[in-house]
């Protein structure tokens, strides 16, 4: 604890505006340029080099499959959603079949009795 009167303290203003948009704006493009050196650097080396390279195929080869098998996987769904969807509207079919049936059937049966 301090001993004595308290010393205030001029509160600092926030920074708003162009200026601060600017800074924000500075140090994001300093970063990029940093990132940017970095892997400039690395890829100087070229077991580094070759390196990346290897990984960058061996990934697009991961991820052409990935796609492949993804694509299999949704037509099969798709062949199997069809078929599902025929047999439905195969039985509806026959269900509307059979009540027109038993309709008409009953619509002769109130013919007859009517004569």
Known sequence: MRNGRR?????????????K????????????R????????TNKDPKLED????????EKKKNAEEKEEKEMKEIE??????????AKDLEIRQKKMEDDRIRRHNEQLQIREKR
């Open 34 to 41: 940093k990132k940017r050196f970095n892997n400039w650097k």
């Open 7 to 19: 010393k205030s303290v001029r509160r600092k203003r926030k920074k708003s505006g162009r200026r």
């Open 77 to 86: 769904a798709q062949k199997s959603f069809k078929a599902w969807k025929e």
């Open 21 to 32: 948009k600017l800074q924000k704006n500075w140090r994001r493009r300093k970063n990029v």
């Open 51 to 58: 390196q990346a390279k290897k990984k960058k195929m061996e």
